[in-house]
């Protein structure tokens, strides 16, 4: 008899998700019933046009919100039965976050930015660092502060932050949308780049179709579902 290996489980899946918002006095549906599936080193891009709720999903499928009803569940763990807390943690040791606003710390260093995950999880890693700060092309910006770098320089400082930790998987919301179109290619690159060199699976929201030239699933939102 042929062994038959069992089909692997994604790293990432929900299912029947829902969510909806309070405006004004009506209820809003934002998200209706969405799925999805993400595998462990695969780049997914979610599309969209602006009020189609891809941000929405972004933060449910991360554990930054909680869903109306529905699962997420990651590395076989179910998110949504998680405390805030739990979510925390989760977070701090299995995910990496690039939003639009870079979110750096105005007091810390390029390099002590990206380290920042480590120092917060009690293990430092300055080779790491150090890796990073090369890949991203900042070794000479390493003791700048965010006020002296360029928007480009910052979203590469806020990439090598979201990989410093090695996560499983990397949730990035708009990470082109405060940069020109030099900067914003650049960027794009290198993000699916490192990606690439990691294994680390990559969602993105974006809707920026150059964006998809280079997924392995591209998962569009229309109205709350997926079309």
């Known amino acids: 008899m042929t062994n038959v290996n069992p089909p692997t489980k994604p790293l990432l899946h929900a299912t029947n998700l829902s969510k909806s918002v309070m405006i004004g006095d009506t209820k809003t549906d934002i998200i209706k019933g969405v799925d999805v599936a993400v595998n462990a080193g695969e780049f997914a891009v979610i599309m969209g046009k602006s009020g189609s709720g891809k941000s ?9 919100d909680y869903p109306d009803s529905g699962e997420v569940w990651l590395d ?18 299995h995910m990496g976050f690039v939003f639009q606003s870079f979110h750096l710390l105005p007091t810390l260093t390029v390099a002590e930015n990206i380290a920042f995950p480590l120092d917060i999880a009690r293990q430092p890693d300055a080779e790491r660092v150090e890796e990073l700060l090369e ?18 320089e ?3 400082t806020a990439l090598a932050r979201a990989l410093v930790a090695r996560p499983k998987i990397i949730f990035a919301d708009e990470p082109t949308g405060n940069l020109d179109e030099q900067n914003a290619q650049q960027v794009m690159s290198l993000l699916v780049e490192l990606q690439q060199q990691s294994g680390t699976a990559l969602v993105v929201v974006t809707h920026d179709p150059a964006m998809t030239e280079h997924a392995d699933q591209v998962i569009t939102i229309h109205d709350g579902r997926v079309e």
């Open 56 to 64: 929405t999903l972004l933060g449910l499928l991360a554990g930054l």
């Open 76 to 93: 076989g763990q179910n998110l949504t039965a998680l405390s805030e807390d739990e979510l925390a943690q989760k977070r701090q040791q």
């Open 135 to 152: 890949a991203v092309g900042l070794t000479h910006r390493r003791d700048s502060l965010p006020h002296q770098l360029s928007g480009g």
């Open 154 to 156: 910052q979203q590469r």
